[in-house]
């Protein structure tokens, strides 16, 4: 329970950081702290599989290629614009609205009960392979289309059209 | 956990991290006296007998040199960029097996920090962190050629793992487990590395990318970038950088040893299991001498070359080694396995033969 | 996967498979020859339609119940099909002329195509998800295949933007809906809601999510800004596949979860959907009012109309209504979608390569120059005014005879009153088109007067007859 107390504040430390820096950079290694708690997370609750998932996909690859874009296209810290005047007490004062709520909800009823306790293997990657292939077999077919149709997508829009050069 | 536990878990990783930092500093001497030999010179030879004692003297010269931290830097990270540059090449070995259960005062002692059913996805992530630190770095110098090394790497990594992840796939089918001590004991009958040969050498150039190594160290590239990432850097947050690619390169070696050569097996192994640190050290100590020889033997690839290489010829290949390793297992027909690999990769050959060709007429 | 699987997802494989393979075959296209490439995409669209047609009445669950080939979903496929041939014969000309032509823009609308099919199919809340990104992306990037274009290009991040947002809520939505009833298949929420063991404040939230997720999709008010830019930014034959294709899938997905999923608490949802639909209808043809481009006044005539269709919703609440509300929804998008895409072909043909053309303005004279085509503009004006002998009447009389049996009056009144509203700037085009002089350049492709002159005569001819068309409509149930 400590460890997932501590563990917590971490992660509402650089998920807080992660909003308030000045700095993309920063903010980026905000999350990137803010994945691997998480990651942690998962492993705390018996699931290394997940937990290693997340520390490559997310750590490892995707917030890299936000450095990467972040870097490219320069790291100027930003002017503390006040475009936003009355939007953000409102949006603190909802926010603190939703965060009550959902402490009350939490303590005033225990409605996932019936949840039972997962088994052993459920986060092993023998119990994710065989889910993947049988029973969510058409969502992960359907999510490497959708891969491909992203990645066909990037393409066409970073090649330029033949326009400029007929005119 | 009982105490005893801690403590075995705490004295064999301090071990290991000795090892490691005592691997760091001899590789460089072993290097460096490699280097010359294949071109014709002596290399260090004065301090100590042979020149043995040369690490330790350039280790007291890193550190008493002055550091020097550039007025414009963002100086958290960058004083942060090399200690995250040296860490994941430690924790890196903490799957790796060094040798089967032992038994010492009467205690059965497992040779390695951790044996857990994810080991090869552990290794991926860690490695897929690595990057951090060098991308970092070049941020952090706030240098127009510290970044542009920075950036080349992290393309370059991200690259390069996936033709690594790929291999992994490979060996994993092969092993039909991921874990470490179950991928060496697979390879009772027959090592990985005659089984997959291409997927050897695949991952092989993979790490070789991994590791920023020449041929594949444009991150460092003297000529353009004098330097790349770590132009900034000196003293002992130069010597981290430097700690950090030696150390990674005798983890990885170990990983190559255990994916592809039999790990910690050997003649004997079975009825001396104590045999197996030695093994491993030996696999290592030639892999290493591999990566010193295409250092010395290779030029660097040009960078649109290596990116080539990177996407359109190993990752192909390490794909299609995987359907192979998979169609094998599924015939049950292993002799299948060498034979359609090794005829994959003289396609890959000719691709790249005639990639380089139809450039030359281009021009 | 086993047969049935197999069977009930035939089209959509065929169509996927297609459509990967026509990437590969486009490669080997002359740049010169590109036509080849739309003719093979229609092609493919063609036989998938064929497929789907004869699949007509059957009912399979397949994929471990992950989706369902019902008489909805045929019926839904087949209009999707229908859009994508439409879509195709208005981009040929066009994107050859705007210097946009490329091989992929035909395989991006396939893949969207298939995407929007496996959400018509959809049975279960991750199948949906993954469905509606995979007709999401391939429009993000048609929005901004001008990317020599600064309108073109703000119209695709803009899009790209909000939509990503808005596939964050239909997320959290199923992540809600998921930690209330612990499954995200439909049969299962709907099962564990009737039975009382969700927690129906979490579910009722979910449920609420995963409507303001459609709702940036279909552009229902309040999540409706993106609409006029995205649609006057992108090329105009994306817009008009855009208008047609995205608004059908996202109402039949939307028809499906809260008429498969939520049937429960149709009672609670009902009212807030009745207000949504009548705000959307008010700011759609109020705004549409002061439009001076025509791409800007037929994107806010799509958000009216979006709220024309959403008030079928309110009529779930009734369980005795709710077959004649899919059914009244289902034939006006049919409808619109035959509508529309006649009017994007004659607002093509008077667009110039620079962009120009498109203000209402230009069409001064059409009257005059190009009787057919004023014709046929004024038969699309009407039918979306819903006014008679076209479908667009038709398809709003049976949407307010249902708002009207659900005790929802003043929703009804709402939706006659800004139809009245919407007269006054559709009915505008037509004075400025036959009492305005002017001299209109059009462009006369044969495509492209196929689709209008087609289109013109299916929204009178099935005006005629609209009983057949819905009978078929009605045919269309879920099961």
Same mark, same amino acid.
């Given at each position: 329970m400590t460890v997932f107390i501590i563990l917590a504040l971490v992660a509402i430390i650089t998920a807080l950081g992660m909003l308030i820096s000045r700095n993309a950079v920063y903010s980026a290694l905000f999350l990137v702290l803010n994945f691997a708690t998480v990651a942690v997370f998962y492993l705390l609750l018996g699931a290394p599989f997940i937990a290693i998932t997340q520390v490559t996909v997310y750590a490892g690859a995707i917030m890299v290629l936000f450095l990467f874009v972040i870097m490219l296209l320069g790291t100027d810290e930003l002017e503390d614009t006040d475009n936003l005047t009355w939007q953000r007490p409102l949006a603190i004062g909802l926010a603190v609205v939703l965060v009550v709520e959902g402490i009350y909800l939490m303590l005033s009823q225990n409605t996932l009960g019936f949840i039972t306790t997962p088994s052993e293997d459920l986060g092993s990657p023998q119990a994710i392979g065989d889910m993947l292939f049988s029973k969510y077999l058409l969502p992960f077919e359907a999510t490497s289309i959708l891969l491909l149709v992203a990645m066909v997508g990037a393409i066409v829009l970073t090649v330029k059209n033949k326009k400029g050069e007929q005119s | 956990m009982d105490s005893a536990l801690i403590w075995e878990m705490v004295i064999k990783s301090l071990v290991l991290i000795l090892a490691l930092l005592t691997g760091f500093a001899y590789l460089t001497y072993y290097e460096r006296r490699g280097l010359a030999r294949i071109q014709s010179r002596v290399g260090?030879?004065?301090?100590g007998p042979a020149g043995l004692l040369q690490p330790i003297a350039d280790a007291v010269k890193l550190i008493f040199k002055e550091e020097f931290t550039p007025g414009q830097a963002y100086k958290v990270i960058f004083i942060l960029a090399p200690i995250i540059t040296v860490i994941p090449a430690i924790l890196i070995?903490?799957?790796?097996? +060094?040798g089967g259960t032992v038994t010492i005062g009467g205690r059965e002692v497992m040779l390695g920090i951790a044996d857990i059913n994810i080991g090869v996805l552990y290794i991926m992530s860690v490695a897929s962190i690595a990057v951090y630190g060098v991308v970092l770095a070049g941020w952090a110098s706030n240098n127009k050629y510290a970044m542009m090394g920075g950036l080349r790497s992290t393309a370059q990594m991200i690259s390069y793992e996936l033709a690594l992840g790929l291999s992994f796939v490979g060996v994993i089918l092969l092993a039909n487990s991921m874990r470490m001590t179950e991928i060496v004991e697979a390879q009772r009958g027959l090592w990985f590395a005659f089984l997959q040969p291409v997927g050897a050498v695949v991952f092989f150039f993979a790490t070789l990318a991994e590791l920023n190594r020449g041929p594949f160290d444009m991150p460092e590239a003297e000529q353009e970038l004098s330097a790349g990432y770590n132009v900034e850097y000196s003293g002992m947050k130069f010597a981290l950088f430097f700690m950090a690619e030696y150390t990674k390169m005798v983890s990885i070696s170990a990983i190559i040893a255990t994916l592809f +050569?039999?790990?910690?097996?050997?003649?004997?192994i079975d009825t001396m299991p104590g045999l197996g640190p030695l093994y491993m050290f030996i696999k290592i100590f030639f892999i290493l001498f591999m990566m010193i020889w295409v250092r010395a033997s290779w030029p660097r690839i040009r960078y649109d070359r290596l990116m080539d290489l990177g996407w359109k010829i190993l990752l192909p290949l390490s794909l299609s080694l995987v359907f192979i390793n998979a169609t094998g297992i599924l015939l049950n027909q292993m002799w299948l396995i060498p034979l359609l690999s090794i005829g994959a990769g003289f396609l890959a050959i000719q691709a790249i033969n005639l990639s380089l060709r139809r450039k030359e007429n281009a021009r | 996967m086993n047969q049935a699987d197999f069977y009930s997802l035939l089209p959509i494989i065929v169509l996927t498979t297609w459509s990967a393979l026509l990437l590969i075959v486009d490669l080997f296209i002359d740049d010169k020859k590109k036509g080849i490439t739309a003719v093979l995409a229609a092609a493919g669209l063609a036989l998938t339609m064929g497929l789907t047609l004869s699949q007509t009445g059957q009912t399979v669950i397949g994929f471990n119940g992950m989706v369902i080939l019902d008489g909805f979903s045929t019926f839904v496929n087949t209009l999707l099909l229908f859009s994508g041939l439409m879509a195709i014969s208005v981009a040929y000309g066009y994107i050859k002329r705007r210097g946009i032509e490329r091989g992929e823009y035909y395989s991006l609308i396939l893949f969207s195509i298939v995407g929007m099919m496996l959400m018509a199919q959809a049975r279960d809340l991750i199948v949906v998800f993954i469905a509606l990104e995979m007709l999401s992306i391939p429009l993000y990037v048609l929005a901004a295949i001008d990317n020599s274009n600064a309108k073109s290009e703000e119209a695709g991040i803009k899009y790209f933007l909000l939509g990503a947002f808005s596939g964050g809520f239909v997320v959290y939505g199923v992540a809600l809906v998921f930690g209330a009833t612990g499954s995200t298949a439909f049969a299962e929420i709907a099962a564990s809601i009737a039975t009382g063991n969700a927690e129906t404040l979490l579910v009722l939230a979910g449920a609420a999510l995963i409507l303001v997720g459609f709702g940036f999709k279909v552009g229902?008010?309040?999540?409706?800004?993106w609409t006029p830019d995205v649609y006057e930014g992108a090329p105009t034959s994306v817009t008009a596949f855009m208008a047609a294709g995205a608004k059908i899938a996202g109402f039949s997905a939307l028809m499906r979860v809260f008429a498969t999923a939520f049937p429960d608490i149709a009672v609670d949802i009902a009212p807030v959907l009745a207000v949504i639909a009548a705000l959307t209808m008010i700011v759609g043809n109020v705004a549409a009012i002061a439009q001076k481009n025509i791409k800007r006044m037929l994107a806010y005539s799509s958000i009216a109309h979006a709220g024309y269709i959403l008030m079928a919703f309110a009529a779930f609440a009734n369980p005795a209504l709710r077959d004649d509300a899919i059914s009244a929804g289902i034939f006006y998008l049919v409808a619109y979608a035959i509508t529309s895409f006649g009017t994007w072909a004659i607002v093509i043909s008077l667009e110039k390569e620079d962009g120009k053309g498109l203000a209402i303005e230009d069409y001064a004279g059409l009257g005059r120059t190009k009787p057919l085509m004023a014709a046929a503009m004024t038969i699309f004006m009407l039918s979306l005014t819903g006014i008679p002998p076209t479908l667009g009447l038709i398809g709003k009389l049976y949407l307010f005879r249902v708002v009207v049996e659900a005790q929802f009056m003043w929703l009804a009144l709402i939706g006659i009153l800004t139809s009245l509203i919407s007269a006054y700037y559709y009915l505008r085009v037509i004075v400025i088109m036959y009492m305005k002089e002017g001299e209109p350049e059009t462009v006369s492709e044969s495509w492209l007067t196929f689709t209008w002159g087609a289109m013109a005569v299916l929204t009178v001819v099935l005006s005629l007859i609209p009983a057949s068309l819905f009978a078929w409509a009605s045919g269309a149930l879920m099961k």
């Open positions: - | 260090p030879n004065r301090a070995t903490a799957t790796v097996p +060094w +050569w039999g790990g910690y097996r050997g003649p004997f | 229902a008010v309040p999540f409706q800004m």
